[in-house]
């Protein structure tokens, strides 16, 4: 497992390249981790680091977690991550790790929670079609129908679609573009949109999948090269048609000097 950052959604915006072509983009602000404690294959049986984000009040804290921090000497912490890692000897406690982490990541895997819609119909939630709205429907044309069959089996089957609360679950996006970091200001902008509300947090790591697939950047600065090929190629072939037109007014004009 790779190490993975949080981070707070700040919006959306697009990003303008040099060819003119602009890409839609999140911007994600992104928390410093502080590590807490490295667990080894010697002491523990797995190599990990555990992760801070987010500070936190000491009077928020329950009695149980300030003795925590008291023993580990660090600031309180609202969100506390493990993450498993191949060299634990690279970190160490105390340190912060923020935007670099992901210096040589292309795409991320991104996970956060999506918009509540509350309470929703089975026409909202399912995309059902609804009863008819004219004859012989008295005042359920938004109703789902029938849930069940009869006596045997007398029940309804679980996993059945039908009304109730929508949204407000953790969805993952995988293999999402970075278009541009901002360490300054601990930016990300990923490509395209992202489950989630202004300001709600998100979850990034390093993508997990293998595949091969051309970033935006390498993708349209090929586009941008192939025109000036071709136009180089046809102003080459009206040279070469314009030569033969002067060697035929040079062989008109001889004659007349004579």
Do not use: C, W
């Amino acid at each position: 497992m790779a190490l993975g950052l949080i981070g707070k959604k700040i919006g959306m915006t697009r990003e303008f390249f040099e060819s003119g072509i602009s890409i839609p983009v999140t911007v994600v602000k992104i928390e410093k981790g502080r590590v807490i404690d490295v667990y080894t294959k010697e002491k523990n049986g797995y190599s990990a680091v555990k992760l801070g984000f987010i500070k936190l009040k000491n009077s928020k804290l329950t009695h149980q977690m300030k003795g925590f921090f008291a023993k580990k000497n660090t600031e309180p912490k609202k969100i506390i991550k493990e993450y498993r890692v191949e060299k634990p000897e690279e970190f160490k406690t105390g340190n912060e790790i923020g935007v670099e982490a992901f210096k040589d990541a292309k795409f991320l895997d991104v996970r956060s929670q999506t918009i509540g819609k509350g309470f929703a119909g089975v026409m909202k939630r399912y995309n059902f079609a609804g009863l008819r709205a004219t004859h012989g429907v008295s005042v359920s044309h938004r109703s789902h129908g029938s849930t069940g069959q009869r006596q045997d089996p007398g029940k309804v089957f679980k996993g059945k679609k039908m009304a109730g609360h929508m949204g407000a679950k953790f969805r993952t996006i995988l293999n999402l573009e970075i278009i541009k970091s901002d360490p300054e200001n601990s930016l990300i902008y990923i490509k395209g949109s992202i489950p989630g509300s202004k300001n709600s947090l998100v979850y990034l790591r390093k993508s997990t999948k293998s595949f091969n697939r051309k970033t935006s950047i390498e993708k349209y600065s090929q586009e941008s090269k192939q025109p000036e090929k071709k136009d180089s190629k046809s102003s080459d072939k009206k040279m070469e048609t314009k030569k033969p037109e002067v060697k035929a007014t040079a062989s008109k004009e001889q004659p007349k000097k004579k």
